[in-house]
């Protein structure tokens, strides 16, 4: 399962400044069960939009950390409050399977 949300990065806060952050919350909800890895993406043409992908083993397993979730996770994220705008753009199911071009062997986030 894959959750796909968009960072607005409000005036004054950076892209470093909230990749700092995230890399600090991803270690630890990496460390929950079902978690897959997580990536961040910055648009190209405006750095102050960011897309963040999280890979889950399954839907309940990640909405079971977001109903568990650590404190030190949300201090991280209420931290970030002031600085972005976050907009959920949805939950997708792994696909059936997959074709990738060959030379390629991207299975991180697998």
Not at 31 to 53: E, F, K, N, W, Y
Request: glycine share 6%; hydrophobic share 40%; aromatic share 8%.
């Amino acid at each position: 399962m894959i959750f796909v949300f968009e960072i607005r990065l409000r005036p004054g806060c950076s892209a470093e400044q909230y990749a700092d952050a995230w890399v600090r919350a991803s270690r630890i909800i990496q460390q929950a069960p079902g978690a897959r890895g997580t990536r961040l993406h910055r648009m190209i043409g405006d750095p102050h939009v960011l897309l963040a992908i999280a890979y889950w083993e399954s839907k309940d397993k990640r909405d079971a950390m977001e109903a568990d979730q650590p404190e030190n996770v949300r201090r991280i994220i209420a931290e970030q409050a002031a600085c972005v705008d976050v907009r959920v753009i949805g939950e997708f199911a792994d696909p059936e399977w997959r074709v990738d071009p060959p030379g390629t062997d991207d299975t991180s986030h697998r």
